[in-house]
């Protein structure tokens, strides 16, 4: 064998073999079935439209009669069709639409109900962490939370000296109780290994707090959470009755006191789409930060 053959023969041992691509056959795109999202709206949306549908045609035959004592459907969308129609007109200070009222009260429900959050998440970790707070502290707020939102009111206002300050209080002292108690009932809930963990791992009450407490009474801490968002705006909507402002309760009371009657009705169907709303929200927060726990 020639030299060159012999260079030839071990530069073709000595070379790394090229092993063979193998090109993984790429994820087929997902795909959106369009009939799928449509058959799934309609089992949401088309029975509540019936049912809707029904209530406003027996609401019609009841009240269509001259001596009714309340509206039908056709004279509250007659006399009533610029407040459904344009929410958000702005006339004067007192002639507004119901869109702004509603932000208005919303922006008060922010305040009292964001700070009884807060408020009842801790004061609840703490009673459900310690024996003898939840001794000395619960019979306190179990009789606390049975006083009825107005009822707080007076001292309120006789307190802060102004409608607004005073209605947040109502908002803050409604809404706290079900996050206490929910939260307080979610930590003594935590199993008993996940405190062994935070014992091997020597975590500080502060990491116990966020690592442990807080994701193991999640699903507790939002159940009492949208409790307190639906107590928040009923609260909001007595207080402002009595409060006065720009809100919604009390354009609620003034159209009483002005005999219109469509008005109220229109209102009263802003307070319920706006109250499921925020239950909606609270709840689609929760299911994100538990995971759908």
Known sequence: MSALAKN????????????????????PARKIDLRLLLVAAARNIVPPLIVLAIILGLWQILCSSP???????????QESYDLIAYPFFNYGSQDIGLGWRVLVSLQRVAYGFGLAAVAGIV??????????????????FQVLRT???????PLSLAAFQDSNPSAIFVIFITSIWPVI???????RNIPQDYRNVAE????????????????SAAPYIFTGLRIGIGLSWLA?????????????????????NSSRLPDIIVALAYIGVV??????????????????A
Do not use: C, Y
């Open 8 to 27: 030839e023969t071990i530069k073709a041992a000595v070379a790394p073999k090229t092993a063979n691509v193998v090109h993984l056959a790429k994820k």
């Open 67 to 77: 001596n009714a004592s309340l509206p039908s459907p056709h004279q509250v969308w």
């Open 123 to 140: 004061i609840g970790a703490v009673i459900g962490q310690s024996v003898w707070a939840m001794r000395g502290l619960d019979p306190i």
């Open 147 to 153: 006083v009825p939102p107005l009822a707080w009111l």
């Open 181 to 187: 108690i929910n939260t307080a009932v979610g930590v």
């Open 200 to 215: 091997v791992l020597r975590l500080n009450q502060f990491e116990f707090f966020f690592k442990i407490m807080l994701p």
């Open 236 to 256: 909001i909507v007595a207080a402002e009755m009595l409060t006065g402002g720009v809100g919604i309760g009390f354009f609620i009371w003034d159209a009483w």
């Open 275 to 292: 109250g499921f709303a925020l239950d909606k929200l609270v709840s689609a927060v929760g299911k994100l930060v538990t995971r759908g």
